[in-house]
């Protein structure tokens, strides 16, 4: 609140009648402190800034000295006469005079400065049209209020009142009628003031881009129907104002155009800022501290659709850029120093630009995507909602990007940033042109004037230097801001990709190289490297994988002393002082020290002498890679201008030794040419890594290796090899304990426990003898070794773990969990806190667990604290009875005899206190902050005991006791820091194949969920409520092999991940099978095939994102208005709201639209391509191969009625979107039962289809395991065979897959919305289906129907099918017409050989906002794969599919074609038909547009010549003896596999199998035919589902009897054939319906009880009664 907006000061003149007397100008501004009325926040410590004495006004004493003359300023301090005569040159001479830019500089201030102070002196005027800027704010605005409080008071406020109702317009689906009711208010100066521009440009910005949203998605951008479609308010439009404004009412459009103007805009735009920092309303002025506009102390103003996706992430956007509100004026302090030459000013700026830096990260995690996180929480699935909403108004104009924000390009300027090449700098140039001004001056005067870095590295200062390092690295490193940012968008991206969204709102990702979040990750990082590069060089590797690499190590330190910290003799926890006087090294509590160790001299001499090395220790060495990167980074570390070769002894010392990794034994067993016993005995062992040195293993094997091979393979004339056997050791991270408040520390302290182990047998010969690790050994030797300590370098760095830090409360209450070692980050802890708070800050709680007395780390410390009532201490020894008790009355610890215990059973002693610290404030209890630090056993007691604790005094279940903590880990309060504890891992374990990875995706409740990791599989699903970055970015990589996104999340180089990931660990996954030469094709089958079933298994896990929710799992939350955003997208104060419809459109429209593109696309027939190649080759030419019509069943399902018939429903939903005429009122709960029982049939499917698949994977699997060489030896002609019958078995599973599609269509297609016994109100439910019937004229349809129907249930069947084919095989030739067809559909040759790129920036925004419903992103991608895949396996065997073709080379004469017709009518073959329009084009009401475009699949020929079993492949020569065997084991194990999943045993798992005589007369309705008996229950006489011939489209493609004199004796039907006035149509009499039985392991097979008459039809007969069928009108619910 300023004081033109008070409401005291306001009535007076606009002057604080308090605040103003005697006042003079520096503090005019500033209001009495405990104004009731205000909440003015304190100005900075300016007189320490500036060395300002006290008691003198500060902004007195600074105009005063710039008003010294320019000679004082720059001339204090003039050459003496000895440099003076130094000079030689005239030139030299005359630089001893100031340069003319310090001269002006001086002559009118800092010119960063000079920008602020007039942004600050013109700014409140003229209501900041240039954009805030102020010493003490930022970029931030003053006061939030003015701007709104102006606009309210004019005729503008309509604008804000409708801003503040749009989330209930939206829900309502009135959002349209709603602007274009507003009365036109112009927004030029007579109407609308300066002081209220920004809250107008920011409400017009909402209003306009919420109504294009509308517009663009109002239920017609998925699938349509041809029903009539809501009017658009006739209202007068902005067309005339440009582009951005077409469409938009003229009432919204003009004024936003005026005002945009105004403010400087040239075009009309709604940036991230408008949506984020000036549209929040603050809590409390008066909180601060450490800067005003926190997460936890704004509100959004005016949310659009008041989700809780949208608050939380613009609240956290908010944050992220409030955070920096201090760094402007810190940065031209910074300038003002430079300008002065002042380095000790410039020390204190730079250290308080760091620190501001460092807590930026933090603003990151106020967006949460895990769903335990409260008011932070972002559901991924809503967030993709705004993106949409935030699309540009036109190509031209601005998009909304994070790069807006005032961080990210003013830190580049300051840093010097000098190339801007990257996807994201070019982006970042172009949006920095339309800034608001007085930031492009701002960036302008620091980018131009002054340069910091510059001046930096010219001082030589080591502290400054150092100081910059850690800015650099706060701002664009891994840990730092960008780091984070990165990391925290690629887990939103990649969620939200998988569901349909491609790009950033930055457009970053948008490339099709690869996955778009992987495309953003590497966007990134490329923009990271660009701002490294001034100081790092160009680096060649990304920079995640620099993370816990030694490029993390940019200080040189050296131990100083080493001291006990406890009684025990023999020191196995050490107190370790670094020296880092003069490094710039500052650090806080909770940060790490990263620290290279080097190898004791011991274990390096044991290398040396085995190798010859004693003499050559200080021979420089040529490095190469990794090495030769480490040389680099010394020379860049030690500030030396020559780059210094690294010697024998570096490779030696800051190699890696120990342990032995089996890489390593690899390498040495193979530069011994296998020679020595002792390579082999260690690499037999059954545990990696083996416990030893480089040094053991090369002294035990140079005694049975001869001699002249251990010559050969260790040449001493060239040791080049030494840098490519030992690699480079991996800095160890240990946490800091001490704090101090001193500016800048001269040195750090770290607790380090020494770990030992035993060394291995193979080397100990059977001697106990006990070893310490590398870096545990060298900082905490044993005591008698201290006086080897030499005077070593010692390469350090500082890193700050983001989820182990105080809270920004002082006054919360902390508790700290350790175990031996892990109490030394809460020493700094308690030290700060003592430090900056006293005994007045909050309540302090250390349990401690260790094994006697004489480890009790600290304790002469530790008792003053308890003494002085600071902390309460608790003790548990795990191996001693002289115990310790915490005595609250006497505050001290008694001595007492307590039997030993582990730290679970403390705090289940001390479960009262603990219970109220760990449960939320909301839940009633503390809300304190509780950390961990420990090995994972001591991580693992402490949750137990913590979890007990919780059950004993607070809840009844365990379910609640997990819903406590895993609130607890969801709002950031519990945090843990997990030792670094190596855990060799089994190597005897049975494999776990990866079909059995992918039934693990934990989408159902109570299952269980698995991730692959490099070879391991882990079960996390108890660790999915821990993780730091949210329980989705998990659960979207369930069921996976997920190792490269954990190599791009820097997982891999993180010693607590790998840590915590021991403990969940399940097994080794099965590894690919050893294919051999002449088995690549069953290699390149395995690849593909496994590809498929991670396309299956992703495809579930992202849909299942969605799932939960549209099943209602939020419709019992609160739909009332609550600040924070409501989760309950059904009901908006207790009303429907049309979100839900929003929501089910999209998610079912992305499934329906495409006919499920990701499985039934490219993809597939790219696996039916090279399946049906291997037979048919295997088969020779001229063989009479029959296959399966997989296509052709995927093809028939997706245009059959009942596919038709889902996609109207469909579509009726979509017409709910906007509310036409309020009839979702009427249907409410229709829509959701509708809706919930399709997602269930959705899931269902998706199972089913992954259980399928994963058989088809295990099946290599047996083929690997049951058949090697002895079969081979037998079998001449073995490997052919095992390709014949795996690509039988193989083309079997696709085909149930096929088929399981139209089952599932057939299954959705009895489901309707229109269900009026589930209404409020049925009678005005059935009412409103009548009127609407009327207006759009289907009324007579539905009459004409309801007496003729066929179907007398009022359902329609889409099973049908010729009795001359019943089973649908078809040869080689129609697999490859459906194949060319495809590809020719899809113009390879010129839109997948040559990717389309992005034109403009702004051209991919427009149409990701037009692509919501289309598939997502990594279908699209994977498509696209197959088809240039399957279009190069064309090209490449060409001559053998036109060796196995049956058709003539062409050209071809007329003759050549009718003998070719002809014998193909006698054979079963066919041509594929002529390219028909789009069979739902016309007739359906569904709009062509809207039909499937990924993955399109033509309607093939059906076979006649044919009736085998459409499960099994056959061929008129056979198959092989051997071929036939190994099919038939394949089918046994698949008997075994299903016995494992019982839920699968449906009839898509059993029933297809029973192979047909070519007479049996199938029960399916047949054109013409006899009525189907009817169905019995048991699987036996259950129909086949593999019905072939549907109504493919309603445009006259009906299947018809063929006519005897074309195929003699033959009766069938010719899908695809058009049908000519006047032929005759009989229609079925009897229809059935066969459903496979559903995930829940119930099976619907029914029939209709009652029959019809077949009725002869005239072709307009037959069109009025197709439209009575499949018209686009309401379904009736079938009669009870």
Sequence with gaps: MSEHSCPVSGSVGGRCPVGHSGSTRSNSRMGPRGCAFSGYGQPGDIHAAFDIPRGVDAEEWLRMRERKSINQLLYSNIPSVQEIDAAKTQAEIDAFNVHEQDLLAVALGAPARQVMLRAEEIGPKTGWIDGYLSAEHGFCPPDYEEAVGALSRTPGRIWADLCERMPGCVARGRVQESVAALPLVEGTKEVIPDQALWAAVVALGMLCSIYRFESKNDGSEGITSARTKKKKPSVPMGDDLGEELVGIPRCIALPYYQISRRMGRTLPHLSFPDQSSYNIKIRDPTSNYPYLARFDNIDLRWPVFGEKAEIAFLKGCADTSASFQHGPDAIAACQEHVMNKNVEGLLREMIRLKEILERMPNAFHSINVNPNSGENYVPVHQWIRWGKFSTPLSKRCPASSGLQFPPFLVMDAFLGRKKYTSFLGIEGVHLRAWLPSNLRAFIAAIEYHYRIPEFVMQSGDPRLMGVLDGIIEAYTGERGFM????????????????????????????????????????????????????????????PHQMRGSFEECRYVTRVLNRSNVDADPTRSIALVTLDIQDTGITFMPGDRLAVMPLNSWEECAKVAAALGLETRIDDPIEVTGTWARFEQHLTSVRRAATLRKLTVADILRRGHLAPITKELALKIHSLLAASSNTVLQVLATDEWPVRGSLGDLLQAALMDTPAHIWDKAFNLDNLS??????????????????????????????????AEYKLCSTFSKQDDINRAGVASGFFNPHPPSDDMVSDDEILVGVSRPLAFQLPLDHMAPCAFFAGGSGIAPFRSFWQYRLTTDGLSGGKNYLYLGVQSREKFCFEEELREYVNADFMEVHVAFSRDSRGLAYDPHSLDLIEKHIPPRYIDTLIVEQGATISDLVMSKKQGGLGGYLYVCGSVAVFDSVMNGIRKAIYTHCTATMENVDLIVNKAFAERRFMLDVFMTPKPLPCNLPTIPLSQLAQHTGHRPGSRMWIGVHGSVYDVTDFCPMHPGGTQIVKSNAGVDCSKSFDNLAHTNNPEVASLLTKYFVGHLTPKPDYQGGEEEISALYDLWAGYLRTTVETLVAHQIEMHEIQGASIKESSSYDPIGITNIWLRENLPNTIAIRTFYSYQSRLLQSGFPALFGAKLQELVLKLSFSIANAGGAGANIQLPDVLGAVARANTSPDAVTCMNEVALVGQFVCGAEGALRFQERGVFAYAAKSVELDIELLEDLRQEIGTGMDAFDSLASSYGSPDKMQDPDFEANRLTALSTFLLQILERVSRRLGIFYAQLAQCSVYRPELERNPARTRWALVRRCIRDGSLFVMAHKAATDVLTSGQQSSYYMSRANPNQNIDFDNVMSQVRATLGSAQIDTQISVPQQPITLNAVHQARGRSLEDASAVVTRENAGALRAMNSFVEKNSKAIRRLSKMPPMPMSFEDLQRTALGMAHTGLHTPPAEAHDPMAMGLGIKGHDMPRHGRLPTPPSSRGSSRSPSRVRSSTGMSASAEMLLSKLNQSRARGNSLHSRHSSSISHHHHAPQSQHHTPYYPVVGGVPAPPMSISGASQPKNNVHAAMSSMMGHLNTRRPRSEAPGAVGMGVGMGIGMGTSLNLPVGRVRSASRSSAGSVASYSHGREGRGHVSTNSLRTFKLRGLVDAGERFAPPA
Excluded: C
């Design 483 to 542: 780091g984070t940012h990165r990391y925290k968008v690629f887990g939103i991206l990649e969620i939200a990709a998988k569901i349909g969204r491609t790009e950033t709102n930055g457009l970053s990702g948008a490339g099709d190289a690869s996955r778009p979040w992987e495309e953003t990750h590497r966007q990134f990082s490329d923009a990271m490297k660009e701002r490294l590069e001034p100081y790092r060089g160009s680096l060649p590797v990304e």
């Design 721 to 754: 090899w030494l840098a490519e056997l030992i690699p480079v050791e991996v800095p160890r991270t240990y946490s800091i304990a001490s704090y101090t408040d001193e500016l800048l520390p001269s040195t750090v302290d770290l607790a380090i426990s020494r």
